[in-house]
């Protein structure tokens, strides 16, 4: 198993940037797809981003495009979200999650990261 934590979170201000972090334990972390998730109140849990094992490949939900940007660093065995021009509606908290890279589920998840942006 993989254990996840997210770090970065905080209030920022609508058109500022925050960076949120998610580091990986346990196993090999090369061997899982990444993901960042968000949750807002009353709503479904909805994928941001993804990024597979190597990073070739790379996902944005269309509302993220252009804004965000997800990234891995496999020898720290962490990945990223750079989050910029926030807006209100990107207020949820943010989860961390990981798919082994032989089946592609996301099975592992992280205790979430409260993001809150403010107009």
């Known amino acids: 198993q993989v254990q996840l934590v997210e770090s970065g979170g905080g209030l920022v201000q609508a058109g500022g940037s925050l960076r949120l972090s998610c580091a990986a334990s346990?196993?090999?972390?090369?061997?899982?797809?990444m993901a960042w998730f968000r949750q807002a109140p009353g709503k479904d849990r909805d994928i941001v981003a993804s990024?597979?094992?190597?990073?070739?490949?790379?996902y944005y939900a269309d509302s993220v495009k252009g804004r965000f940007t997800i990234s891995r660093d496999n020898a720290k065995a962490m990945v990223y979200l750079q989050m910029n021009s926030l807006k209100p509606e990107d207020t949820a908290v943010y989860y961390c999650a990981a798919a082994p890279a032989r089946y592609g589920r996301y099975d592992y998840w992280g205790q979430g990261t409260q993001v809150t942006v403010s107009s």
């Open positions: 990024i597979t094992w190597t990073g070739g490949i790379i």
């Open positions: 346990g196993r090999t972390f090369s061997d899982y797809h």
